[in-house]
């Protein structure tokens, strides 16, 4: 699948580009090798402004497994050009791939500086997992976004446009292919199926979603499948990579029941209730069922919010998170004791949304040291939200004194680089030490491994840095964790 967007102008007001109201011929070519010296496939799309000139290719008849290069042409204009890889075969051998894994890039908290390092490091692949931009207004620092908040497909198309212009997201998508599944704010922060944030905006939502939901497809790598029909869109996909990884791409949004007692961070019986779910009952079946057929070696679920239980309570109550999977957790139980029923050789969850790097195990009964650890959990930070950040020198948030799975936590910026191998999933947290200034240098933080049926994580190097502000108090941490969570 291969994407482009005409633009002469990505910010004009009407979200069209720029464009004049007429339709283009864009031709494309796919090539082994950067120079185009082999050109493998080529054809010709048809580039309309009822799309805003998107164009969307899937390319029929390339090996697997294999490295390409394409390119777009139309008139005197012409692309630059995307590496591309296909999957391996189906059950295929594979030695490694190696995944950057990427969340919560809003525009004014700051530049993109990691999507830049990302590419510097050349994964075969990125996994997107949600918050590619925000719906906010301008208001930022030193970088703002064009427009008032996104609630008209005119709007959303126009700061789709300004994302794409920024010139360090272009190289992480030139990179590699990307698995991209979305977040809250895409369309309306901590919305909840067809429930927006405030309930005033509740009449005409679903018009927005729609209209969020189109601008989502126009502009970003996915397949005809994946088609908007007014206010629907079916994201939530299954990708193999050979025998080696089997990616579950979840959507935790379009289809979840509305966070239990007024959202946030709460006590809360009814959250328990067994008919409450996050993925939405259809996408559970078809995990569960994916769990069942699997053959991976690694099952990876690429989603959005936490999975692991972080009670922010040290007492006998328990404060948890309505938004995440805590706030749901007789539906994470279907999944756990699902994938330990199907017996799933290696479960490892992804997760985005919480602008800090984690690290969790995951057990069947979370928090109880009595109970099994059955799968791991890699929590990416974000690429800017919640701005400068700052590091903890022995890498435990203060909740992990009584929340034992939680093993690693940075509040910096960064992604995730990730190795999968037959024997061992290895996870880099790379970290920016600033993002209000551009073009600084990545560093690992720490890396932490899973090894092949050995659920759990296991630390492998730390490397703590001194950041510009010095770690607060405990007290002040929760207080700026729970704030970037709301
Ligand atoms: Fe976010």
């Not at 993925?279 to 079946?285: D, H, M, V, W, Y």
């Not at 070696?297 to 109550?317: C, E, T, Y």
Request: proline share 6%.
């Amino acid at each position: 699948m291969i994407w482009t967007r005409l633009a002469l102008d990505p910010v004009a007001a009407d979200g069209l580009g720029g464009m004049p109201a007429t339709s283009y011929q864009v031709s494309w070519q796919v090539a082994t090798n950067e120079r185009f010296a082999d050109v493998v496939r080529a054809g010709a799309f048809t580039a309309d402004p009822s799309a805003a000139h998107s164009v969307h290719v899937e390319v029929g008849g390339l090996r697997p497994g294999r490295e390409y290069f394409y390119r777009f042409r139309t008139g005197q204009h012409l692309s630059r050009a995307g590496r591309a890889l296909t999957t391996p075969a189906h059950g295929a051998d594979v030695a490694a791939l190696t995944m950057g894994v990427v969340s919560c890039s809003n525009f004014p908290a700051g530049y993109f500086t990691a999507y830049r390092r990302l590419a510097e490091d050349r994964p075969d692949l990125v996994l997107h997992l949600g918050d590619y931009q925000y719906e906010g207004g301008g208001n930022g620092t030193g970088r703002q976004h064009i427009g008032p908040e996104t609630t008209t497909l005119a709007g959303y198309r126009q700061r789709h446009g300004q994302y794409k212009s920024d010139r360090d997201l272009q190289e992480a998508h030139a990179v590699a292919p990307w698995l991209a599944v979305w977040d809250d704010h895409e369309v309306d922060n901590n919305y909840a199926g067809d429930v927006p944030e405030r309930v005033t905006e509740q009449p005409g939502f679903l018009a927005r979603r729609a209209a969020a939901y189109r601008a989502y497809y126009e502009n970003m790598p996915l397949r005809r499948t994946s088609v908007p029909r007014g206010p629907d869109l079916a994201l939530y996909r299954r990708v193999a990579w050979g025998g080696l990884a089997t990616f579950h791409m979840l959507d935790t949004r379009q289809y979840r029941s509305d966070q239990a007692c007024g959202d946030g961070y709460k006590d809360c019986v009814d959250a328990a209730d067994p008919a409450r779910s996050l993925p939405g009952s259809a996408q559970e079946e078809w995990l569960l069922d994916g769990f069942r057929r699997s053959e991976a070696r690694w099952d990876v679920l690429g989603q959005q919010v936490f999975f692991g239980r972080r009670d922010n309570d040290p007492g006998a109550a328990t404060t948890v998170s309505m938004d995440a999977w805590d706030g749901y957790p007789a539906s994470r139980q279907r999944i756990t004791r699902g994938w330990v029923d199907a017996g799933v050789r290696n479960p490892v969850v992804l997760t985005g949304d919480v602008h800090a790097h984690w690290g969790a195990d995951l057990r069947l009964e979370p928090g109880n040291l009595e109970s099994p650890v059955v799968g791991s959990e890699f929590i990416t930070s974000s690429i800017t939200s919640g701005g400068n950040g700052y590091d903890k020198p022995d890498g435990l948030h203060p909740w992990a004194a009584w929340n034992p799975d939680l093993r690693f936590w940075t509040n910096l910026r960064g992604y995730l680089l990730t190795t999968v191998t037959p024997a061992a999933m290895t996870t880099d947290y790379r970290c920016v030490p600033v993002v209000t200034t551009p073009d600084a240098a990545a560093f690992t933080r720490a890396t932490y491994v899973v090894e092949d049926e050995v659920p759990g994580l296991q630390e492998v190097a730390a490397n703590p840095r001194r950041t510009r502000s010095a770690p607060p108090s405990d007290e002040q941490i929760i207080a700026d964790t729970i704030k970037a969570e709301s």
